[in-house]
């Protein structure tokens, strides 16, 4: 799986950080930052971030 | 796979489609059809105080997306009549019986209207597409707007106003904006915002009657605190009330919302949930333990997309999906200052202030009930709400569970 945000739609809502913290956290300067190839054990709580995010702005890619 | 030959899904906004899509992934192969009153299939309402009214956004832009393979029957333009719990049928108001297996009722809410009288001509609310497009159009000829309530809404029309650069008057009633949803000191911030932006702001006022020409045409207001003002456009944000009146007869309990137990589950007057019912979305109230087990509506986005799922697991596997309890979440966008909560900050008995930077437009509020933590609220700080959350969740997960409102 490889996860992309747009990080020009995101706008901070912090939706994918609640639904899968270990792959979504925000920096110091409160930008969003992410595991673009998160470990299998993730993947749920990717998913769960995709429906979550309010703007869309979680693309997921599964082969 | 799911044994329900036919579902049928009331109300085709956020909540409706998120259920939708919820039962399809978790098995359900039967009919799936989707009843709205608006014509529209199904969009995002957000957009619609804010990129809608001052960035041009196109009504494209807020459709909802629709995955592919969910074979919906859409029935729009055609409102829910009534609904029969013991025959499984839906009621339409062009007069066609839809019978069901699983039905999700997921009507939402509607702004409040002007209580009493008619209102002139140019007096809009906004809570559809339809609206919020027509008080888009009115702001690109307005001079001068007035906003009647300081809310979120309210707030969000202001900052898409002045940012067209039109002149704003808001009135609230309270002695703070948003006072109640998130205290005296979020709304002190907001306040501070508004007039940094150059709204006329009128706090502890009301709208006493509107004034119009000899055309029926919005000239102005009459407020409580003496002051006329002028204005050929108003924005009604007095709140929103839940969608339940085709739901009378139905032996469905609603209060200031159809009332659920925590398994998405509406109630009939016996109290026990009625069978292959459940509800999303801005139309419920349920009890949550943040709240001491007190009925709570959130009225927010992220509600109905999680409710939605959780409810179209529960019509699927009755009895297997764990209690909604979720962490409540909502934002806001006010001059391009995002403000964030989690939990129920109107809950609160006390709040705090942990951090402000005024010249950031930083803040960071604690929220607290019999002294537990119950929500907070950031501005321009999202990150730190993340401990926050965190901590109400495992309060959360520390209580036990009950499986049925079951009633004495
Ligand atoms: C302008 C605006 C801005 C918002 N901004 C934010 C925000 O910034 N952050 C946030 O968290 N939340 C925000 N919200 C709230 C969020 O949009 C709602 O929580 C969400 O739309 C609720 O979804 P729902 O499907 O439950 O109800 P609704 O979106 O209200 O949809 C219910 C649908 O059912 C239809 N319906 C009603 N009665 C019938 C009937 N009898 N038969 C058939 N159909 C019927 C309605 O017409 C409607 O299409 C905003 C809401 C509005 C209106
Ligand atoms: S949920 Fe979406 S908008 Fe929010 S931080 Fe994550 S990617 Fe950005």
Redesign the interface.
Known sequence: MTVIVDLNLCQSHGQCVYAAPEVFAFDEEENLTYQPEPPESQHDRVRAAVAACPVRAILVSEP | MSPLRRVVVVGASLAGL?AAEALRRHGHAGELVLVGDEPHLPY?R?PLTKQFLNDGWRPEQIAL?IAPGLDITWRLGVPASGLDVADHAVRLADGSLLHYDGVVLATGARARPWPGHLTPAGVHTIRGLDDAAAVAEALSRTRRLLIVGAGFLGGEVAAAARALGVAVTLVEPQELPLLAPTGPHVGRFVAALHRANGVDLHLGSRVQGFTSNGRDELTGAELTDGTHVEADLAVLALGATPNIEWLAGSGLVTDRGLVCDEHCQPLRDDRLPAPDAVAAGDVTQWPHPLAGNELISPGH??NS??QA?AAAQTLLKPGTAPAYRP?P?F?S?LYGT?I?S?GLPHLADSSEVVDHDPAAHRLIVAYHRNGALVGALTA????Q??PY?AEIQRHLDSRPSRTRLVHD
């Open positions: 998120r995002d957000p997306p986005w992220s997309v999680e799922t962490v979440s934002w966008d995002r964030r989690v321009n700080h999202t990150s709400l993340v959350r």
